[in-house]
């Protein structure tokens, strides 16, 4: 059974830093892709940061420069360091986890943790 559980959300003050967690089970984690999206309120979810099993990244330019996706291939966990936020990265963040396999697509969603940017 598949798995991918998100932590470290939380309130923040514009200008200050979380740090978010995402442990996968289930999964051939070494092949997989992983990222985090985000859906703020009446927003359609978007691409925040993914990881590539060859260790490529990709971020969305409103992120690039403050936020940095990293994996840990031997606990299977991703993390998204958020840096300098502001009151519009308030949103709920999904952890997410694709892979091919025997020709397959795979795509899986954790439950989300909210991020909450305000003074």
């Known amino acids: 059974q598949v798995q991918l559980v998100e932590s470290g959300g939380g309130l923040v003050q514009p200008g200050g830093s979380l740090r978010l967690s995402c442990a996968a089970s289930?999964?051939?984690?070494?092949?997989?892709?992983m990222g985090w999206y985000r859906q703020a309120p009446g927003k359609q979810r978007e691409l925040v940061a993914t990881?590539?099993?060859?260790?490529?990244?990709n971020y969305a330019d409103s992120v690039k420069g403050r936020f940095t996706i990293s994996r840990d291939n031997g606990n299977n966990r991703v993390y998204l360091q958020m840096d300098s936020l502001k009151p519009e990265d308030t949103a709920v963040y999904y952890c997410n986890a694709k892979y091919k396999a025997f020709i397959r697509n795979h795509d899986y969603w954790g439950q989300g943790t909210q991020v909450t940017v305000s003074s």
């Open positions: 990881s590539a099993s060859g260790g490529s990244t």
């Open positions: 289930g999964i051939p984690f070494s092949i997989t892709t």
